[in-house]
């Protein structure tokens, strides 16, 4: 008996494939045990009240197994865990070997999600998870904020609104929208999960200087157009620009001067030997 039951356990408990094979969706239990069933009663009905060398009980219970692991593994199966947040009631992993629920375990609490964005651009946030929520109770989405940090610190927020809407929008952002928001979605009383999204707002004096200066560079460049690998040349002091804008003037004025005096020199020699011959 205790060579039989040893079989038994290495063959099915203790089965790395038996087991994955029994993972089967919430529901389905029933199911599972007609499959077992049905691989261990044709070993029963044929080994039952004999006396059989111990090669044929391995080889049965052998064959029982792969035929439960076939069968098996077409019921349809536990849903899995949607990673990385959120308490998620209808998944986990259904243990048919220890006939338990084993949750996800996920933390309630979301990475923070960083969204940049410029001063007077419109700005929108969705709070939505990629799980099922729960159907049966009323859901509520509340939107709280700190200001000016990110931090997934609770008690640094403060509530602005608290409905049915998913989205958050602001039509203008200005500086002092610069923060964490967070997003907590209720099923009822129950907590589902809790999302965070850091705004970071960039000055509109800052994207205009930036702006400027890049057009400036350009511009600086033949074609107005930046050469690959090649640095960006600094833009010159206004001073030295209005230097170089005098200096070319009065090398220009110098060489319209020789040019004349020249001209007239060579016309006096011309009269010169007109007067002579």
């Not at 099922?132 to 990110?150: C, H, I, N, R």
């Not at 070319?248 to 110098?254: F, G, N, R, T």
């Amino acid at each position: 008996m205790d060579d039989c039951f040893e079989t038994l356990d290495r063959l099915f408990n203790f089965n790395a494939k038996v087991i994955e094979a029994g993972r089967v969706g919430l529901g389905y239990k029933d199911r599972l045990k007609d499959v077992m069933q049905a691989a261990i009663r044709p070993v029963m009905n044929e080994l039952g009240g004999k006396t059989n060398p111990d090669t044929v009980y391995e080889s049965k219970l052998q064959t029982a197994a792969d035929n439960f692991i076939a069968a098996a593994s077409k019921v349809p199966r536990a849903t899995r865990c949607v990673p990385p947040c959120g308490f998620q009631t209808q998944d986990g992993h259904y243990d048919c070997e220890k006939c338990i629920y084993d949750s996800c375990n996920f933390p309630l609490d979301c990475p923070v999600e960083k969204l940049p964005v410029d001063e007077n651009d419109p700005t929108q946030m969705s709070c939505d998870v990629s799980f099922p929520l729960p159907a049966d109770a009323k859901l509520l989405w509340s939107w709280k904020f700190a200001e000016q940090v990110e931090t997934r610190q609770v008690e640094l927020f403060e509530e602005m609104t608290i409905g049915e809407d998913n989205l958050y929008s602001i039509s203008s952002t200005k500086t002092h929208h610069q923060g964490t928001y967070q997003c907590e979605i209720y099923s009822g009383k129950l907590s589902v999960v809790r999302k965070y999204y850091y705004l970071a707002v960039t000055p509109h004096v800052v994207v205009g200087h930036s702006e400027l200066q890049e057009t400036f560079e350009l511009s600086l460049l033949p074609g107005g157009r930046l050469r690959t690998g090649s640095p960006v040349p600094s833009p010159l002091p206004p001073r030295v620009l209005i230097g170089i804008c005098f200096t070319s003037l009065l090398l220009l004025l110098i060489f319209a001067l020789g040019v004349v005096l020249s001209w007239k020199k060579r016309a006096a020699e011309r009269t010169g030997r007109n007067e002579e011959s």
